[in-house]
Structure formats: C-alpha cells, structure tokens
C-alpha cells in the first residue's frame, strides 16, 4: 500500500472541470528510423510491453472511506492498454494549425479517476511524422519526474534497451476498508504533534524573509502583480502553441554575460510577454511576475511521493524595454530570489500539504472559482514558467527519433498562461498552454521567443567588450 504525499493529493483536491491538473507534452517523431517501419498496432504493443512493470503507468487511485485521509495508489488489475492509447488523423491539410486545435482539445478534456491516470493519443497524418500527445495527472509526477519517466519509453539508439529498464514491482497486499479506515484515523491523531513541529521553523522563515525584504534581497512577493487579460476565472477550454530556438544561442548569451540558462529563459519570455501585450495595447507599466518551480528532489529528506518541488517567484522585467538591461535585471532578481529560496526547507511546501483536507479543500476550490475570486483581489502571480532540463542527444521513442519535445502543464484559476521550456538534443523547445478565452492567440505569443532571442543575442554581440554580470559567489541550486 502506497499513500500519496499531501502535495500528490492536493493535485487532485485542485482539480475542477474547468482547472485540470494534468501535465501534457508534444512529442514530435520521425517514423522513419524504425527498424520495421511505423504501424499503430506496433507501437500501441510495444507501449504496452514497457509500461507493465512501471507503477505509474499502472496504478490507480482508491479513496480513504469517509475521504477523512489522502487516496492510496493500488494495481490496476485490470489494467487495458487500449484505455490509454488512442489512435486519431489530422484533417486535411494536416498542417501545424490542425495539430495545435487537435491537441487543445484533448488538453481539455479530463483523466478518468477510475483508471491508472495517463493516456497518449498517436496522431497521424502531420506530414510523414507520426505525433504523441501524452497526458499524465500531476498527482503522478513532477516536470523532473515526468522527464524521468519518460526514459522507460526511450532508447538511445533504435532497436535498443529502454534507457532506464523497467523493476518489475508487486503491488502487495491491498488493505480492507476496515484497515484503510484505522490507518487514517491513526494519522489524522498524528497531525496536531507534526503541526507543532512545523510552527517553529515556519517562524524562523518568516522572520529571515522579513529580514531580506528590508535589505532588498528578498525575492518578489506574491500578489504584487499587474493584473492582465489571462488573470482572472479560467474555463476547460485550452490553448496551445510551439515553438523553437537554438540552445547554443542560448548558451552563447549565457557565456557572454555570465548568466545562466534559466536566466536567458526567463529573459526571452519576458521580452515576449512585452510585445504581445504591447502590440495589444494591454502592456501594464509594472513588470509581470512568474511563479518558477524549483525541483527539491535532491535535497528533500522525503522519501515517499511523486511530487519534490518548491517554487520562487521573479520579476520577467515586461517593463524594460532593451533586452540586455532587461537580462542584467533578471540576473539580479533570480539571484536574490534563488539565494532566498535555498534558505528556506525544501520539504517545507510538501510538509505543509499535509495538512490539506480533501473535502475542505475540494470545496474551497470551487467556490473560489463560482464566486470569480481571482478578478476580487490582487493577483497572486501572472502566470508559471518551467525550465525543465532534457536530453543533450537524440532519443529514440518506441525506436522513432524525437524530433520535437514540448511539455505543457496546468494552468490555474487567476494564471490562465503556463510557458514550459524544455532543451533537447541542440534545440530549446517551448510549449505554452493557456485558457482559450484569457489568452486566444497563443501562437502570437510563443512565435517571439526566437525574435526575443535573436535580439538579445545581437545586444550582446553588439558590444565591443561584452562584460560578464556578476554573480555571487554563493552556490545556488537553480542555475545551470
């Protein structure tokens, strides 16, 4: 029996017809590296024979009697392959335009709670590529987790071993309701002592971030943002645009100015932000502000659950207007706010979801979005922007080449714009996913990444002694 974390389950209690937790991905592939050439039916059994032995693939959520303790996962005995592998054509012309209206469809529609929580649908018909839209609950994986998973299905070359073999795992003994109910109460007794725990430290953290905010290091606060056209009440209706760069640009302009990568990132989709709303007449005169997630799976001194992130929040500087100023600013902020962040306990944000109770939580959720909260209070942050480390080679999915990766995740009731940066093999692949009715032209967005970086790339070459930012000289987690 495996109980999930209180930061899995809190995916779950977030969860609305209109708010859906799942993270997607894009998966661009190139069929004709295939030993034995593509066909549905091949790849749908190969999936299935790699995913058998993959608990994530294969377990299912049971609930708690009463709901007064988060689910358990438990083997999908039942578990069909043909419930989570689906087979669709584009229509004619089979052009980008039909693929990004396909995909934000099925980004709308929800998992099926009483299965194992993924499914891919193999679209066929984009050229003489072969397309994978994969869906896969946030209750089962994290963006590094997600990556991770994703080298079960892969190998380095074609007609290889997956890169990471699966470990075959029993599911073990499956708890009666009698049993499932004592451990609960038995927890639920335990949670006034964890709370004591917490209370000191949560103190301590507090009272430092108070100490850096008036020393003018502490990273940017929640609700201080502008309020824009995609913060406000969302609906199920998804929106979803790609796009490309070249990473070695990107690392060029980070060697340049002694930056990092993710601090480029951040800087390109700040100048993006910028001129989309600007060209719309919506550019607010302060700067935009982005929750960051920051994977704590190294540092965590948790050993159960999906999900070990933690999140900073940082100015994207939509408010300056020259791209290398806008980079030397961003370079500051993420320092402050990376040095701010690893001052606080990484297993704080999962300790603390402990306590979320799943009815409670349920219920306040959905009133917050009936009663339109998010359009009554000052918005909390613009929109989340991942930056997710991938393969720096070709990779093969059921021996087809990727040729694009994109991952998308879940946007949110008063943040209806989620930009998912991913790097692989040479290339930077972007996925943005946004409500359809907060932000309809998501391609007019996601198409100015490459301008952004091209014009930050000419600032810095643009100088006669390009002269490298300065960092501190602490180590902070974030950067690479």
């Known amino acids: 029996m495996e109980r999930l974390s209180g930061l899995d389950a809190s995916f779950l209690y977030l969860e609305t017809p209109a708010q859906l937790m799942h993270v997607c991905g894009v998966i661009l592939l190139d069929p004709s590296t295939m030993p034995e050439g593509y066909t549905f039916s091949g790849l749908r059994d190969e999936l299935e024979r790699r995913v058998r032995d993959v608990p994530e693939f294969t377990r299912k959520l049971r609930k708690v009697p009463m709901g007064i303790d988060h689910p358990i996962w438990v083997q999908d005995r039942h578990f069909d392959i043909d419930r989570h592998v689906h087979r669709l054509a584009l229509p004619s012309p089979g052009g980008y335009e039909e693929l990004v209206e396909l995909t934000s469809h099925l980004a709308g529609l929800p998992l099926d709670r009483s299965r194992p929580l993924w499914e891919m649908w193999v679209i066929e018909g984009y050229g003489d590529r072969v397309v994978v839209f994969s869906k896969m609950h946030h209750a089962t994986v994290d963006g590094v987790s997600g990556a991770n998973l994703i080298s079960h299905l892969c190998s380095l070359e074609p007609g290889a071993d997956p890169i990471v073999p699966p470990d075959p795992q029993r599911s073990g003994r499956e708890p009666g309701q009698g049993e499932l109910f004592g451990r609960a109460v038995a927890d639920l007794m335990r949670r006034p002592l964890n709370a004591v725990r917490l209370v000191t430290p949560s103190v301590q953290m507090v009272t430092r971030t108070i100490g850096r905010a008036r020393a003018g290091t502490a990273m940017a606060a929640p609700f201080s943002a502008p309020r824009t056209s995609f913060n406000g009440t969302i609906t199920s209706h998804r929106s979803i645009a790609l796009a490309d760069m070249d990473l070695e640009d990107v690392r060029h302009v980070k060697n340049a100015t002694g930056t990092t990568v993710n601090d480029v990132v951040l800087t390109v989709a700040g100048g993006a932000l910028r001129a989309y709303l600007e060209e719309r007449e919506e550019l607010p005169s302060s700067s935009l502000l982005a929750t960051v997630p920051v994977s704590v799976r190294e540092k965590s001194q948790r050993s159960d659950g999906a999900n070990k992130v933690s999140a900073l929040f940082t100015k994207l500087g939509t408010d300056i207007a020259d791209p290398l100023q806008r980079l030397h600013e961003m370079a500051e902020h993420t320092r402050h706010a990376k040095e701010h962040h690893a001052a606080i306990s990484a297993d704080s944000l999962q300790d603390w979801a402990e306590f979320a109770a799943p009815r409670t939580f349920g219920l306040a959720v959905r009133a917050y979005a009936g009663l339109r909260l998010p359009e009554r209070h000052p918005v909390v942050h613009n929109l989340v922007i991942s930056n997710v480390p991938g393969p720096p080679v070709p990779l093969y999915f059921m021996d087809a080449r990727i040729d694009g990766l994109y991952p998308l995740g879940p946007v949110f009731h008063g943040a209806g714009l989620n930009i998912t940066v991913m790097s692989n093999n040479g290339r930077v692949n972007v996925g943005v996913i946004a409500c359809r009715e907060s932000l309809p032209d998501a391609h007019g967005?996601?198409?100015?990444?490459?301008?952004?970086?091209?014009?930050?790339?000419?600032?810095?070459?643009?100088?006669?002694?390009?002269?490298?930012?300065?960092?501190?000289?602490?180590k902070t987690s974030a950067a690479r």
């Open 445 to 474: 967005l996601v198409s100015r990444f490459p301008a952004e970086l091209a014009a930050l790339k000419a600032a810095v070459s643009g100088q006669e002694e390009p002269t490298p930012i300065k960092r501190s000289r602490r």
